[in-house]
């Protein structure tokens, strides 16, 4: 694998917090999910939010014990994400992930074993995936 891949279609730039701190630190299990979830798809998917320093996290209004939060010694858990063909996105996740929240045109996918387990939910309509 080329330095920088976490898998053969997800690189860790596309984890990385948006607000320019640069933190990216990714659990291996999340990225191979979201890899067999991309495999499932057949097409690319768009990490709208991945990594979030705790900063960055409050300035979006995050929830305190966000799957996102990522330090030095925390790993991303869970990721917003979106493709093309959003209905085989959400079937693949909920067949791939225990922890499914599902938005008018994105997923959230976690895998924190700590948070309730497993756990699906729907966002109120309106709300946007948080960059």
């Known amino acids: 694998m080329k330095p920088g891949q976490l898998t053969n279609d997800f690189t860790m730039k596309e984890f990385q917090c948006k607000c320019g701190c640069g933190i990216v630190l990714v659990e291996f299990e999340l990225a191979n ?5 991309r495999d499932f798809v057949g097409e690319p998917i768009n990490i709208n939010s991945g990594c979030r320093c705790p900063t960055h996290n409050k300035n979006v209004g995050g ?3 966000s799957e996102h939060i990522t330090t030095d010694s925390r790993a991303l858990k869970g ?10 996105l959400a079937q693949g996740a909920f067949n791939i992930f ?14 924190d074993k700590s948070k309730p387990y497993p756990s699906y939910w729907i966002y109120p ?7």
């Not at 990721?79 to 085989?88: E, G």
Request: aromatic share 6%; with cysteine; net charge positive.
């Open 33 to 37: 999910k979201l890899q067999e979830l």
């Open 63 to 65: 929830k305190k014990t």
């Open 79 to 88: 990721a917003d994400i979106r493709c093309r063909n959003r209905f085989k």
């Open 98 to 111: 225990k922890r499914v929240g599902v938005a008018k045109t994105w997923l959230h996918v976690g895998i």
């Open 125 to 131: 309509p309106g709300r946007k995936s948080r960059k």
